[in-house]
């Protein structure tokens, strides 16, 4: 089967000109997909009896996927895992908090960029999602049309998958489609300068970048990214774009215990940083097997923060939240657990 979830409007225009329709069916099917949400054909009530066959008929279903299982935090957060064709699986994670519910949604099956303190990167590249299967992962859970904010910051790199991803960003914010503000909408990048323009320039949601080092060396035994995408190439892109309010910039640093927690770093990076308006959201590390870093203390993170703050580059702490089912930051994988 053929499913329809994932297609733009575009697409649906193509099938069902392609299958004889008159092009406003696209539009309806669009519509009782992304706003009406049915699962079937069948229901699609306004589109003719025989139009709903013809599509049936054709091999094409709305196309949901339920996840394969679901592990709860004490802390309410919820890991969704979703079994993909090519034999593994994929983890979504639903975080609640307050009158927010953020929803981080992977884009490939394992990641090709093998950051150090990444248990996704550990695992290897193992295929890119579709467009359908981001979508499913926003719609097939029971918390979905409860959700405040979406963040590509799940399994993968999302700008090595730009064309999918670039769909997905299409039907979350498109009139016809899910019709959400790109500012309720997190792209997260290790600064894959292949697709970062084309980023930049087509989309208008907000951006983060893991940095984790203010050092080009430093950074590098952490992230082999930077050898073939230097911070400061991705600094001189990112200099060069308005950040006057159209979207949020925000950087990504892990902390890691003697590593980069030091005033030293954090004064470094005011510099790296300076002329840029963005945040810096600290991250506590996340311990994984065979990784020889360590967790920070709190105290040092918000000595860090504070300096940050106090420079003018304005720094929070990101809570922890899912550590406990292995859906924090850096921790997911394609193991079921």
């Not at 064309?163 to 790109?182: F, Y």
């Not at 600290?282 to 940050?308: G, K, N, Q, Y």
Request: a neutral charge; charged letters at 20%.
């Amino acid at each position: 089967m053929k499913a329809l979830l994932g297609l733009t409007l575009n697409e649906l225009y193509a099938v069902v000109e392609s299958l004889g329709m008159q092009r406003f069916t696209a539009r309806q099917i669009a519509d009782w997909i992304y706003v009406k949400r049915v699962r079937s054909v069948a229901d699609m009530t306004n589109i003719s009896v025989s139009n709903r066959q013809k599509i049936t008929d054709e091999g094409y279903e709305v196309g949901y996927e339920d996840p394969s299982d679901a592990a709860v935090s004490t802390d309410g957060t919820i890991r969704y895992l979703f079994a993909t064709p090519a034999g593994k699986h994929i983890e979504t994670v639903y975080i609640p908090d307050g009158d927010r519910a953020t929803l981080c949604v992977s884009s490939q099956i394992g990641c090709k960029m093998g950051c150090y303190f990444c248990m996704t990167g550990k695992q290897g590249f193992n295929g890119q999602l579709t467009t359908t299967q981001i979508i499913n992962q926003i719609f097939a859970i029971p918390e979905s049309k409860s959700l405040t904010n979406i963040v590509f910051m799940g399994m993968g790199e999302p700008l090595d998958n730009w064309d999918n991803v670039s769909r997905a960003l299409e039907i979350i914010t498109s009139a016809w489609g899910m019709a959400w503000s790109p500012k309720r909408v997190t792209v997260s990048t290790i600064g894959q300068m292949q697709h970062l323009t084309d980023f930049l320039r087509d989309s208008r949601c907000n951006l983060a970048v893991s940095l984790h080092s203010p050092y080009s060396d430093e950074r590098l035994s952490l992230m082999p990214v930077e050898k073939a995408w230097p911070t400061s190439t991705v600094l001189d892109l990112l200099r060069q774009q308005d950040w006057n309010g159209q979207r949020d910039l925000t950087f990504e640093y892990i902390i890691f215990r003697g590593l980069n927690d030091d005033s030293r770093h954090a004064h470094a990076l005011i510099k790296l940083l300076s002329g840029l308006r963005c945040k810096v959201n600290l991250i506590r590390f996340h311990a994984i097997p065979d990784v020889e870093l360590h967790t920070s203390d709190i105290h040092a993170m918000e000595r860090f923060r504070d300096i940050l703050n106090e420079h003018g580059l304005t720094a929070t702490i990101r809570a922890s939240r899912g550590e406990d089912i292995y859906a924090a930051c850096g921790m997911l994988s394609s193991t079921k657990r």
